[in-house]
């Protein structure tokens, strides 16, 4: 399928159906290819800009920017902070989540809290993914261009906070905006998970 079975539990969850589910209106524990498209549409303006910009100024330095994208979002991101999530214990080799689609799962599943180290090799990289742009934005003297890069940038994480990152099941994130009630109720059908973040999944 080319996301998990919506009628299915996943695989952390010791619940036989999703019927009657407390949080399966407030939590994202399935994906649709619309929330893959919602998030494409998102994200893909600032890299359209951003890459128009370097391009402007070299193009052997936009092929350079592309392999850092490939390299943190296709592996550094999967270890730090998709490993820590339970979509990421779900079978197969790769992710099948809106946001890391195709990911190829290389390292084992590790469920609980980021490391500090984990939560700044994150944040560093989305700082040098988009701040990249901004170097030959200013260098191309490209002003139009660059006041459209800095909204699509900031548009994107804000509806991201907004309206992703409060149903997203990978609580490790540091952006991630899912309120402690519904978490609770997450934890009490994830007993695996909530031992790996020390919570007592009964309460």
């Given at each position: 399928m080319f996301f998990l079975d919506p009628t299915k539990p996943?695989?952390?969850?010791?619940?036989?159906?999703?019927?009657?589910?407390?949080?399966?209106?407030?939590?994202?524990?399935?994906?649709?290819?619309?929330d893959l498209i919602h998030f494409m549409a998102i994200v893909l303006p600032s890299f359209l800009l951003g890459g128009a910009g370097i391009?402007?100024?070299?193009?052997f330095l936009l092929v350079w920017w592309l392999g850092m994208?490939?390299?943190?979002?296709?592996?550094?991101?999967?270890?730090?902070?998709?490993?820590?999530?339970?979509?990421y214990a779900e079978p197969g080799n790769t992710l099948k989540c809106w946001a890391n689609y195709g990911s190829p799962k290389i390292w084992n599943y590790r469920p609980g809290p980021m490391s500090l180290m984990?939560?700044?090799?994150?944040?560093?990289?989305f700082a040098?993914?988009?701040?990249?742009?901004l170097i030959f934005l200013l260098m191309g003297m490209?002003?139009?261009?660059?006041?459209?890069?800095?909204?699509?940038?900031?548009?994107?994480f804000m509806t991201l906070k907004m309206f992703l990152c409060s149903q997203c099941m990978n609580?490790?994130?540091?952006?991630?905006?899912v309120i402690d009630s519904v978490k609770q109720e997450f934890f009490k059908q994830n007993p695996e998970v909530a031992k790996a973040w020390g919570v007592d999944g009964n309460e």
């Open positions: 996943i695989n952390t969850c010791f619940s036989e159906s999703c019927n009657g589910c407390a949080v399966r209106k407030t939590l994202h524990c399935h994906f649709r290819p619309t391009y402007h100024v070299s193009g994208i490939a390299g943190f979002f296709g592996f550094l991101e999967i270890r730090v902070m998709c490993s820590h999530c339970p979509h984990e939560k700044l090799l994150l944040l560093g990289g040098i993914i988009w701040g990249y742009p490209q002003w139009f261009l660059l006041i459209v890069y800095v909204i699509s940038a900031v548009g994107f609580f490790a994130c540091p952006l991630n905006g």
